[in-house]
């Protein structure tokens, strides 16, 4: 059995893999101006192209290529292309840098636990082995390098100091000798004088000392992964280095390395949540669903303004022709007769008509999933998701969409192997593990999946290895889904207290994020409330676009008694096409506390 999901494996993936180079094409903008003059680069191929005087561009990359953008003054773009890829409208921000010499009014310090709490979220916050650093709020220069910006590949740390920091230099050490240092005391324990490696200058002659994750090294560290750098600082001046002493009068190099970060947890081993501060209180101003649906497309007023269903099928057979290739009218017009007029049969045959704008796209195949699962057509939710997975054999989502669909039909056997097919996989190397974020949610799937299943699944796992953990958290859990993974959007979850947290999936704030998406396949996220306050919960939304100027769909699962006997989930499904504006999604009334992700 092993060997036959081993090989169907291949083939899909070889199958899949034909024919993959496409054109891709779009604008880069700065806010509401275009940018011209932006290198465009398909990594590790020696492709390049350069935007126009209106910001266009276009370039041929294969499916998993990576696009880097950047331009001068810019914060640098990375984009993996993905086999619905080929549109690509790409916002680039300005890079921002300490000007010496201006001084900011009305601005309080943070102290040591507000900038803990703060590190995860403000790129300007660098951990030294003093404390937090705030490099916005210090009187001297520090450069600081966010792991986004280092390309998958790079390997020398050498290189990416020269590469990013202009001004460094870095000596490979022949003929370098024994320093000054050799014979100093340093104050530290543990340090080393500097050998015969390769030393980094900042300034003057004396080379830079290093902060890895608050430990000091006068070598050069070599051991160091570039890849699990998560945040890298340069502080060049005297006035930065003082409290290092004579060790850092060649100027310091902060590394915080990713497994070195732990992230900031509660007692019982949640993050902590942010929406504890006292300067963000929500002031109600989401979009209703009233206000909402005015901002529906033409034809969508239309047929919600017909008085029967005969003319709400004169107003589709007028519009048909003229947004036929629209997967999106396509699936508004099904939901519309589907949910108003209750006629299954003639919402199929619009879907079945237009099947061939969407069959071989897993964006709108999973778009029409959510869609059939809210309405509780199962099997046709199986049936898409089935398609989904056979397009994307790689992605790790689609192993765990298809397994809880069928979990969702009742057929746990089928579910149970499509779990244990993606583990063996794993096991075997043929997959790659996300350790941070896909990882946890996959297994908290499937540890409830056992859990409330067993008796339904023993035959199908008896003599498999996996292990079934107790599950961590009983309460309430938001399951998030979105079905393309350009889609950038702002979740805010607000409390009981009426005081907010909210979360940014965008390129902008969370590029990492992104990125180990779209390496490992998935486009999901999970939020947990457990039992400490009771009240409402509000979820809202601000749709900032996918780089396409299309819609995209959003599915919320939301389960109740969660890892309990009496679990029950409710299935929302949410079109986001309306952009830079807040909307309400839904609220959870629940005993409850902290959202977490």
Known sequence: MKKFFTLLFFIVCITSGISQERLIQGKVINGQSSLDKVD???????????????????????????????????????IRVEDVTRILNVEMFPRIEK?????????????????????????????????????????YTARILQDEQILPGEFDLAN??????????????????????????????????????????????????????GQIFTNFPDFIDVQNISRMAVIPSAAGTVRYGNLGRGGVIVINTKTGTPELVDNNGLPIDIARRTDNFYNGDALNEET??????????????????????????????????????????????????????????????AYSTMGNNPVHLKSLAYIYESQGRLNKAEDALREVFILRPQYSQSYLDLAKANRNLGNMDRAAILYA???????????????????????????????????????????????????????TRLFFEWSDSEAEFELQFVNPDGQYYTWKHTLKDNAKDIRREKDFGFSCSE??????????????????GNKSLTPSYLKATVYYNYGTKAQRKDVMVFKLDIKNANRELFKVENISANVSR
Not at 112 to 122: A, G, S, V
């Open 40 to 78: 465009i680069q398909v990594l590790n191929k020696g492709i390049s192209e350069t935007t126009t005087n209106d910001g266009s561009y276009k370039i041929v990359a294969d499916i998993g290529d990576v696009l880097f953008y950047s331009a001068e003054g810019m914060e640098s773009v990375q």
């Open 421 to 475: 097919r993606y583990f063996y996989l794993l096991d075997e190397g043929f997959m790659q593990l996300d350790t941070t974020a896909f990882s946890t949610i996959v297994n908290r799937e499937f540890n409830n999946f056992l859990a409330l299943e067993k008796t339904e699944i023993a035959g199908a796992v008896k003599n498999s290895k996996l292990k079934i953990d107790k599950e961590d958290f009983e309460g």
């Open 527 to 544: 939020y947990l409330i457990d039992n400490s306050i009771s009240g409402v919960w509000k979820v809202n939304v601000n749709y900032l």
């Open 160 to 213: 990416v100091l020269r590469n990013r920091f202009p001004g460094i230099r870095v000596s490979d050490g022949f003929g370098f000798g024994r320093g000054p240092l050799e014979t100093q005391g340093t104050g530290f324990s543990g340090l080393n004088g500097f050998g015969n490696g390769r030393a980094v200058f900042l300034r003057s002659g004396w080379p830079a000392l290093f902060d890895i994750d």
């Open 99 to 139: 000007l010496d010499n201006v001084t900011v009014t009305k601005s309080r310090n943070n102290t040591q636990k507000e900038l803990e709490l703060l590190y995860r979220t403000n790129p300007n916050i660098i951990k030294t082995a003093f404390g937090y650093l705030d490099k916005s709020k210090a009187s």
């Open 292 to 353: 909402i649906s005015k901002n529906a497309p033409t034809y969508l007023k239309e047929l919600r303004n017909a008085a029967t269903f005969t003319e709400a099928k004169d107003v589709m057979e007028r519009n048909s022709s003229k947004y036929s290739s629209s997967p999106y009218f396509t699936l508004d017009a099904y939901q519309y007769f589907a949910d108003t007029w209750k006629n299954q049969s003639y919402a199929d045959q619009i879907i079945d008509n």
